[in-house]
């Protein structure tokens, strides 16, 4: 559901707003980056994203950043959950009055690049970028380079083995 520019205008200034935003890498391990034409984080690098929509699942919103950023039918069982991250910035959509708080879930999926159909609504251009030159890039937004840090990287066996040991503690008494 989309809303008129008044109600969105308050429902920005009153709470903050969930999305996902999508690091996406190709076969070589680049990640691909869209330098942004509005505001929040105007004329700066960002990964492709979008906010989640009221009575829309994760991932039904999942699927529909991806066909609508990327051009590409994917589900969210196939990318990798990243983390939650919290982004907050001094201006809004509707200009320097209003600041933003997002609350991101940031997912990494894998794309081959020729399939990729991008749009011009938002970004002026895109660019595939060398993981290990993203943070010396001073136009990439800090939001995004978070991502791309290994110490967000989730090792799934260690989550595992921490909840087998939780569970294991279940019902004892410390």
Same mark, same amino acid.
């Not at 109600?7 to 920005?12: D, G, M, P």
């Not at 943070?135 to 087998?164: G, M, T």
């Given at each position: 559901?989309? $809303?008129?520019?008044?109600?969105?205008?308050?429902?920005? +200034?009153?709470?903050?707003?969930?999305?996902?935003?999508?690091?996406?890498?190709?076969?070589?391990? /680049?990640?691909? &980056?869209? $330098?942004?034409?509005?505001?929040?984080?105007?004329?700066?690098?960002? =990964?492709?994203?979008?906010?989640?929509?009221?009575?829309?699942?994760?991932?039904?919103?999942?699927?529909?950043?991806?066909?609508? #950023?990327?051009? $590409?039918?994917?589900?969210?069982?196939?990318?990798? &959950?990243?983390?939650?991250? %919290?982004?907050?910035?001094?201006?809004?959509?509707?200009? %320097?009055?209003?600041?933003?708080?997002?609350?991101? $879930?940031?997912?990494?999926?894998?794309? +081959? %690049?020729? #399939?990729?159909?991008?749009?011009? %609504? /938002?970004?002026?251009?895109? /660019?595939?970028?060398?993981? +290990?030159?993203?943070?010396?890039?001073?136009? =990439?937004? /800090?939001? *995004?380079?978070?991502?791309? #840090? *290994?110490?967000?990287?989730?090792?799934? *066996?260690?989550?595992?083995?921490?909840?087998?040991?939780?569970?294991?503690? #279940?019902?004892?008494?410390?």
């Amino acid at each position: 559901m989309f $809303l008129d520019n008044k109600t969105f205008e308050n429902i920005i +200034d009153s709470t903050p707003l969930i999305s996902i935003d999508l690091a996406v890498k190709n076969k070589q391990g /680049q990640a691909l &980056f869209g $330098l942004r034409t509005n505001r929040p984080a105007l004329n700066y690098w960002f =990964v492709p994203g979008g906010r989640i929509q009221k009575n829309e699942s994760m991932q039904v919103a999942f699927s529909r950043l991806c066909l609508d #950023e990327l051009g $590409l039918s994917f589900l969210i069982e196939n990318a990798q &959950f990243i983390g939650p991250f %919290e982004h907050f910035y001094q201006d809004s959509v509707f200009g %320097e009055e209003i600041s933003t708080h997002y609350v991101v $879930l940031a997912y990494a999926i894998t794309v +081959d %690049e020729t #399939e990729l159909s991008l749009p011009a %609504e /938002q970004h002026s251009e895109y /660019q595939w970028f060398d993981i +290990d030159t993203i943070n010396a890039r001073p136009n =990439v937004h /800090q939001h *995004s380079k978070w991502y791309f #840090e *290994s110490s967000h990287h989730l090792d799934h *066996s260690i989550v595992a083995d921490k909840c087998n040991s939780i569970k294991k503690l #279940e019902g004892k008494r410390l």
